[in-house]
């Protein structure tokens, strides 16, 4: 699944970081929050199994989300 956004955009350097706990850029902080909510993500998706990746071309330009979950197996009897 990918979600994508028209938001500030993520600074390149900054992306290696954005799913750690309480990281913000200095944008980020100036707008209140904690910067939990990436995080949240990514511990949710790693506790299924999977795997989920941010991208972006840099501020002004949005950013990309993928979520990647493994299908489900299923015992067909």
Known sequence: MTVDDEGAGIDPAFLSRVFNAF?????????GGLGLGLHIVATIVKM?????????????HGASF???????????T
Request: avoid cysteine.
């Open 66 to 76: 993928v979520i990647e979950l493994p299908l489900s197996q299923t015992d067909e």
């Open 48 to 60: 299924h199994g999977g795997a989920v990746h941010a991208h972006s071309d840099g501020v002004g």
């Open 23 to 31: 990281e913000q850029e200095e944008r980020g902080k100036a707008a």
